[in-house]
C-alpha cells in the first residue's frame, strides 16, 4: 500500500515534470521560431543584400583610351592592339610550376616574372594578369599548338598606348604609365570636383596620364569604365556573367600643334639645350612647343626600365625638365621692348625722348656699363630698340622705378602662370620689393636697393622668365592687351556621339593698352629684324617679321667646374613674330648657353617663321652653333647685360 | 515455414510506433532532399552514402524496437562500464584529430566512445534509479551525479564539448525526472553561477574564442566568426519562403561551412525560407511531445526515465544546433539530428527512437 502510494506519488511527479518539460521545449522552439522570424522577414532585405554581394562580384571593363592627334590629323598617341598572354591564378594547377613550363616555349624574363609577381599582389587571384605582353605572331602560334597543357593561362588582345612619333613634342604630349599611390590621392582629390573621375572609374585602369596633355586632359581622355556583374563562388572563382555594362570611350584630342613645324623645330636645335615655343597670338594657340633634348614616351607605357630611367635622370642635359613651361631664365634684351611699353603706356616717356649714352651710366656710386664701349651716342627709343642700348634702358628704369615697372610686367602676364593646358607650370620671377620680402628669409637680404632695379631694366637682375611667359606676353602685346591663355588642345571629340568641344578661344581679360604704342613697338621690332641684331639671321626673308634678341648671364651655374667651358656661357633669347602687320606667328626661342641671341637663338626663329609662312623649309643660312657663338665676342655684337657690378 | 515468416513480420509491425516512424521518416526525407542540395555539385556520393547510413540505422532502430525494456535494462550497467572504459581508453591511446583526441583506433576500425555514452548514460541512471525505486533518497541523487560527471569529465578533457553537452543532458535529464528537489536544483544553479568565472578558466582557447565570437560575431569576421556570419547571411536572406530548392546561392556558391554536416540547417533554411523552419520545428516539437507521451505512458520508472530522457536529449540536439546555426548559441560541434550528414550520429539517434518504439510497444506485455 505504501509503496503503491509512493508509486502514485512518483508517477504523478513525473507526469508534472514531462509536462513542465514539454513546455519548456515548446518555449525554446518558440523562441527559436521567433529568431528565425527576426532573420528572415524583419532582416530579410538586408541579409539578401549581404548575399548578393557575397555572390556578386563587378568587373570593370576599362574603357579605350582616347587619341591624340596634332591639328592636321597626324596621330601622336593611340592604342593599339597586341596580344597578351595572360594567367588567372585562381584556375591553374599550381602558378610557379606553370611560369616554368610557359617558360619553356615562350620568352619569359626575370623582368616579366618581377613585374607579374608585383600585379599579382595587387590584384583578385580570379583576374587575368599578363606574364608577357606584345607576343610574336611565332609565339601565338606556340601556345596556341599547347594550349591545353595549360589551364588557366590564355592569349588575350589588350590595348597599349602607343607614341608613333617618338620623342617629338614628348613634353607637350606627356605620357602614360602605371598608376602609383600619388595618382591615386589625385584621382581621388579630383573626384570631388569631375564626375568621370570618380576612384571606382579607375577599378580597372593600370595606366594614367603622368605630364603633358596625357596628365592635364587624363579624365577627357580616360572614358567611363563598363562593368560586368559575375557570379563568385567563395574563392573568388567567376561561375557565369549576369549582366554587363559596356564602357565609354575616352574622347579624342586634337591639338593645335603643328607636328611638322615641331619636327622642324626640333631639328633646328639639334644637340643644344633648349626650348622654343610659338604661338598663334590671334587665339592662344600653341603651334609648336620645344624642350630639348626631349625622351621617348614609348620608354614609360610598361613600366619603364630601370637602366632607362637612370639614364634620364642622371642625363646632365635633364631631358626629363620641360624648359618650355617649367624652366625660367632672365630674359636679357629681350626685356627692353616690354620695358619700352612700360614707359609709353605709364607716360614716362615719348618716342622722342632722346639721351645722350656716353657708355655707361652713373648710379648710387656704381657704373652700370653698356655693351658698345663709348656708347650709342644720341639714343631714343626706337635706336634704344634696334640697337639694344643699356643705358637708355638704365635710364628708363631708374625713372619708373620697380613698382611701376613690376606693376605693368604683371599685367603682361610675367610672374604668373600663363593657364596654358599642361601641367607644371613655373611662375618665374617677376622682382619686386615685396617679392623680395616674401623671398628671402633673411631680413638683410629682404630689403630692395634701388641699384636692383637699374638692372631689372636690361631684363638681368632677379629677371626670370620661361619661354612660354615671354612668347605669351609678346603675344598679349600684340593683341593690343587682349589676352588669349595658351592652349595645346584645340577640340575635345567624342567618338561615341561625335559631339565637339572647343577649348575656349575667347580672351579672358584686356590689358589697357594704347595702339599707337602697340604699333610702335610692333615697328621697333621690325627694325631689329630690318637693320639691327636680328638683321642678319632674317635677311631676305619674303615677309616683315620683327623680332629681340637677347643675351642672358648665366649666374646660378658659376660652381660648376667641370662644366665650365659650355655651361657657363650666356643663355641666348629670341623672340619675334611675323607678318608685322597682320602678326600670325609669335615665337620665343632660347639656347642654353648658346652664347649671343642673334647668332643662336634668332636663326631657330628665321627656319620656323619660312616654314609656317611660305611652307617651306628654311632658305637662311644654317643656325650657327654654340662654336660660332665664341666668334661673337669679337664681332661688333651690341647685346648682353654685363653688368658685373651686380653679380660681384 | 511461410507463416513463421509471417508471424515474424506482424511481430515486426506490432513493434512499430506508427506517429514516431511517420515523424522520423519525414525528417529523413527532408535531410536527403537538402544533403542531395548540399552536396550534389560534387557528385552523389554522399547522397548515396547516407541513403546507406538511413538503411542501416533503420534496420538497427527496428532490432532495439522489437527488444524488451527489461532486456535493454541488463545491459545497462555493462555498457557504462565497456563506454567508461573505453573513454578511459582514449584519452591514454586516443587518436588526435583536428586537435580532439576522440577516437579510438582497434586497428580495422576508428570507435568514438563518447558517442556509445549518449545511449549507455540514460540507460545506465534509469537502472540504477529503477533498482532502488521505492527508496531513492538524496545518496542516490548523489551517487547518480558521480555515474554522470566521470565520463563526462572524460569527454571534456578529449575535448568534445558537444558531446558532453548532449551526454550530460541525458544523465540530468534522468536525474531530474527521478525527482530531484527543486531545491537542491536551485542551489546548484546558484553555485553553478558562482562558479562560472573558474570554468571560463578551465575551457580551452577555442571554446572560449567560439563563446567570444558569439556574442559579436563580427569581431572576428575572417576567423572563428565566419561560420556564424554566412549562416545568419544564408538564413536570412531565404527569406518567408526561401530561394528554393537547389537555389540557394550562399549554399551553391561555397559561402556555408560544414554545409552537409553541422551547418546544414542554414541550406535548409536557404532553400526552404521560414515555411521550411516551421515545418521543421513542427516536426521536432511532435518528435519530442510523442517521447514525452510515450514516457508518461511508460509502465516502469526505467522506461519513464529512459523515455522522458530520450526524448529531451532529442530536442537538445535540434535546439542546440538551429540555436548555434542561427546565432543564438555558441558553435558547439552538434548536428541536426537526422538532417545531417554522417552515419554515427544517426544510428545513435535511431537507437533513441527504436528504445521509445520498445518501450511504448512492450507497455501491455509488462502490464500483462
Sequence with gaps: MNDFQHSQQEISRFRRRALLAGFGALALFSLLFARFFYLQVVLHEYYSTRAESNRISLVPIVPNRGNITDRNGVVLARNYSAFTLEITPSKTNGLEATINALAEIIDIQPKDRRRFKKQLEESKSFESIPIRVRLTDEEVARFAARRYQFPGVEINARLFRQYPEGALAAHAIGYISRINKDDEAWIAQKSDEDKLAHTTNYKGTEHIGKIGVERFYEFELHGGAGYEQLEVDKVGRAVRVLTQTLSTPGKNLTLTLDSNLQRMAEAAFGERRGSMVALDPNDGSVLALVSNPAFDPNLFVDGIRFDDWEDLNHNPDKPMLNRAINSAYAPGSTFKPLMALAALTQGKRDTHYTIADPGYFNFGGRRFMDDKVGGHGSVDMLKSIIVSCNTYYYNLANDLGIDAIARFMAQLGLGSRTGIDIPGESVGVLPSPEWKARYFTKREQQKWFPGETISVGIGQGYNNYTPLQMAHALANILNYGRVFPPHLVSHITDPGTGEIKRVATEPVRQIPLKTEHVDFIKQAMAGVNKQGTGARAFAGAPYESGGKTGTAQVIGQRNTAHLKNVRLRDNSWFIAFAPVDKPQIVVAVLVENGGFGAASAAPIARQVFDYYLLGKASTSPAPEGIASADEGNTEDEEEGGHDHALTD | ?368
Design chain 2, 1 to 368: 515455414m511461410r507463416s513463421r515468416i509471417r508471424h515474424w513480420r506482424t511481430e515486426m509491425v506490432a513493434h512499430l510506433d506508427m506517429p514516431l516512424l511517420v515523424i522520423v521518416l519525414l525528417l529523413m526525407g527532408m535531410g536527403l532532399i537538402t544533403v542531395y542540395s548540399a552536396t550534389s555539385s560534387s557528385g552523389l556520393s554522399r547522397l548515396d552514402n547516407q541513403m546507406v547510413n538511413m538503411a542501416v540505422a533503420f534496420v538497427i532502430m527496428l532490432a532495439v524496437a522489437q527488444t524488451a525494456p527489461q532486456k535493454l535494462m541488463r545491459f545497462a550497467f555493462p555498457i557504462y562500464l565497456i563506454g567508461l572504459a573505453l573513454l578511459i581508453g582514449v584519452a591514454g591511446f586516443g587518436v588526435v584529430v583536428n586537435g580532439s583526441r576522440r577516437w579510438l583506433s582497434l586497428g580495422f576500425i576508428r570507435i568514438q566512445p563518447s558517442e556509445i555514452m549518449k545511449i549507455a548514460m540514460p540507460l545506465m541512471l534509469a537502472w540504477y534509479f529503477h533498482k532502488n525505486e521505492s527508496l531513492i533518497n538524496l545518496k542516490h541523487f548523489a551517487i547518480a551525479t558521480v555515474i554522470l560527471l566521470l565520463p563526462i569529465g572524460l569527454i571534456l578533457k578529449q575535448p568534445d564539448l558537444g558531446t558532453s553537452l548532449l551526454v550530460g543532458a541525458a544523465g540530468f535529464f534522468v536525474i531530474f525526472f527521478a525527482g530531484l528537489p527543486w531545491k537542491i536544483m536551485l542551489g546548484l544553479t546558484a553555485a553553478g553561477g558562482a562558479a562560472l568565472p573558474f570554468v571560463w578558466n578551465m575551457l580551452h582557447d577555442y571554446q572560449r574564442r567560439r563563446i567570444l565570437t558569439l556574442i559579436d560575431p563580427t569581431s572576428d569576421p575572417l576567423g572563428a566568426g565566419y561560420h556564424i556570419i554566412q549562416s545568419t547571411i544564408a538564413i536570412g536572406s531565404g527569406g518567408p519562403f526561401g530561394k528554393g530548392w537547389l537555389n540557394g546561392t550562399q549554399t551553391h556558391l561555397d559561402f556555408i561551412p560544414e554545409k552537409h554536416t553541422d551547418f546544414i540547417f542554414a541550406v535548409l533554411s536557404e532553400e526552404w525560407g521560414l515555411l521550411g523552419n516551421g515545418i521543421l520545428l513542427a516536426l521536432f516539437l511532435c518528435l519530442v511531445g510523442r517521447g514525452l507521451m510515450i514516457a508518461a505512458a511508460a509502465p516502469t520508472l526505467f522506461s519513464r526515465l529512459l523515455a522522458a530522457s530520450i526524448s529531451l536529449v532529442l530536442f537538445i540536439y535540434a535546439f542546440v544546433n538551429m540555436g548555434m546555426v542561427s546565432g543564438i548559441l555558441p558553435v558547439v560541434g552538434v548536428p541536426l539530428p537526422f538532417i545531417s550528414y554522417g552515419g554515427t550520429a544517426l544510428v545513435t539517434l535511431m537507437i533513441g527512437v527504436g528504445i521509445l518504439m520498445s518501450i511504448h510497444t512492450h507497455r501491455m506485455l509488462v502490464k500483462k
